[in-house]
């Protein structure tokens, strides 16, 4: 009989780095873990296409500049 402590229970794959870098082993993630998804590429071109207000402004005289931005924390008066 198994011991009635050891539950089922989902273990993270192995990790490399720690903190902020933390990301997972490469290495060690397989089909067992659910980590194949062939249509990631897709999903990805599909939710990151770009749009109206990304694109470069094609109208634009290129003789006008942006002013530069005030720096912060000063008062205009």
Request: with cysteine; aromatic share 4%; proline share 14%.
């Amino acid at each position: 009989m198994a011991d009635p402590r050891d539950k089922a229970a989902a273990q993270p794959p192995p990790t490399l780095g720690e903190g902020c870098l933390a990301r997972y082993d490469p290495d060690a993630l397989s089909d067992e873990l659910g980590t194949a998804f062939e249509g990631a590429a897709q999903l990805w071109a599909q939710l990151n296409r770009p749009d109206d207000a990304s694109a470069p402004a094609a109208d634009a005289p290129a003789s006008r500049r942006t002013p530069a931005p005030r720096p912060a924390g000063r008062s205009s008066r």
